[in-house]
């Protein structure tokens, strides 16, 4: 019976260390009282239940010789690169080892104690959700919390890779990426994405995928950018869920209006300027629907379509807080003083107003 309390002790352990790790997320990083205390009274009452049991826990350790360290170290599985995969992986940290509890309790006569296990195992699983559902809703109420939104366009990025431009996008403080490429096969744009998810990863930015729902989805992008003549919204909602920041182009008041009657996270406001960058533009909407969107429209934005440090004034003057400039920063030779002068006419033009 000694090695089955040391499956106990072991699985005790690593429930309530999944939980502390939970805990202080939700305790430092989300500042969320609530979550943190719910969070911190089940790890309480998971001591309270194990205190009866704390020789035979003690006794049965053997930590020197315990191969999971050296498992551990030889596959290297537990990388982590956002604060949404530490949570991902303590709640299942935290629910296996109860499933681990409750079966071996059972053979050491502690039945009630499994049961109760199993209580607290559910009430895991709601929370799991619960918080994951708050994850999600504020990145998406957040996600265009930033002022330069970035968009690839290798056609004129002076031969450079779609990969090396991120890097140097991401290197200059930008914090959202949209994949654009329409002329590129599906392998290339899948593998090519996957780079840039790594690179977006380790930058805590923001992926989002133009138009393609299914690169999107392959890739675990942040999110994806809809056209008017995409999928319908509810449709692509259903298909990515709740966890994905859906972007939709709107042209006109209408379009704008209608999209706040949708599951739309953010909208593309524009083309303002004229620009040749999409083969399929329309024409250019101007400042006058600018202006509307931001007398009128509850969602967040990103004005779009032609716009250079040398018009960009009057862009933020109107009301822009998000704007997207294609090849005026993908054609620059250095990509970070091309950012940074775009950031310097952005301070210029809000001292004007």
Known sequence: MSRLWRIIDANFNRLTEGLRVIEDLMRFDWEDIRFAEEVKRMRLAMADLFKPFRDQLLDSRDAEHDPGLAISRALALDGRRTTEEILAANFKRAEEAARSLEEYMKLLNGYSVAKEVEMKRFQLYQLEQRVFRQSWSSKRKHCLDTDIYGITASE????????????????????????????KGMA????????????????NAKLIVNDDVHLALAVA????????????VAKVRELVGERMIIGLSTHSPEQAEEAVRQPVDYIGVGPIYQTFTKKDVCDPVGLEYL?????HIDLPFVAIGGIKVHNIGPVIQKGARTVALVTEIVGAEDIGQKVEDIRAAIARAKEMV
Do not use: W
Not at 188 to 203: G, N, S
Not at 221 to 232: I, K, R, S, T, Y
């Open 156 to 183: 004129y990025s002076l031969g450079r890779s779609n990969r090396e431009v991120v890097q140097m996008l991401l290197e200059a403080g930008i914090e959202v990426i949209q994949y654009r490429e329409k002329e």
């Open 291 to 295: 202006e509307y969107v931001v007398n």
């Open 221 to 232: 992008a942040d999110g994806v950018h809809l056209g008017q003549e995409d999928l319908p």
């Open 188 to 203: 290339e744009k899948y593998r090519e994405c996957i780079a840039i998810r790594d690179l977006t990863a380790k930058f």
